[in-house]
């Protein structure tokens, strides 16, 4: 069972760059059975799929979002990265990192680290 | 785009639950179902429209195919209390249902 880890600011600045960490244990960020995702929820919100990172380094992204959203991936450390630049209060929320089993679903999520942005 | 409906779902405890999922577009049976418990994370129920997940009462079902999916739960039990979410990972991009939100009645 993978168990993943978010790691990164709590409050980022408007205007700036959101950057989170996601680190991947019992098992390899290279497999090329899994997506590796990021999902996000607004307070009080629903579940906002922000973009995918294969193994490969081949990200797809939320329309809504892909202008200011980039996903990275390290083999070598197991982890997996996104950045959000310019953000807005809007983009206050709990980010999620998610392993995505081809053909399942998001089968094991990070515990969510919440990112505030101030003014 | 998913559409779930209701947006809120009162149902007394034994009673049956039929939660609805639609897509704008077909996601063939590429569809999975979360339940998100206050405070908690997601966790998947149901993939592949119809195959629960590890552990998951037999009492959760899904069904459906291309545009129109249903979670059923056949007898309400005080934990199933919780917002619930289908998630399309057919197309690109994956995409996730508003919610619905089961009450207790």
């Known amino acids: 069972q993978l168990q993943l880890q978010e790691s990164g600011p709590g409050l980022v600045k408007s205007s700036e760059t959101l950057s989170l960490t996601c680190t991947v244990s019992g098992g390899y960020i290279s497999s090329g059975n899994y997506r590796w995702g990021w999902i996000r929820q607004s307070p009080g919100k629903g579940l906002e799929w922000i973009a995918s990172?294969?193994?490969?380094?081949?990200?797809f992204y939320n329309p809504y979002l892909e202008s200011r959203v980039t996903t990275s991936i390290d083999t070598s450390k197991n982890q997996f990265s996104l950045k959000l630049s310019s953000v807005t209060a809007a983009d206050t929320a709990i980010y999620y990192c998610a392993s995505h089993l081809i053909y399942v679903g998001y089968v094991s999520w990070g515990q969510g680290t919440l990112v505030t942005v101030s003014s | 785009v998913m559409t779930q409906s209701p947006a809120t779902l009162s149902v007394s405890p034994g009673e049956r639950a039929t939660l609805s999922c639609r897509a704008s577009q077909s996601v063939s049976t590429n569809l999975a179902w979360y339940q998100q418990k206050p405070g908690q994370t997601p966790s998947l129920l149901i993939s592949?429209?119809?195959t629960r997940a590890t552990g998951v009462p037999a009492r959760f079902s899904g069904s459906g195919s291309g545009t129109q999916f249903t979670l059923t739960i056949s007898s309400l039990q005080s934990e199933d209390f919780a917002v619930y979410y289908c998630h399309q990972y057919n197309n690109w991009p994956h995409t996730f249902g508003q919610g619905t939100k089961l009450e207790i009645k």
């Open positions: 990172v294969l193994y490969s380094g081949t990200s």
């Open positions: 592949e429209t119809s």
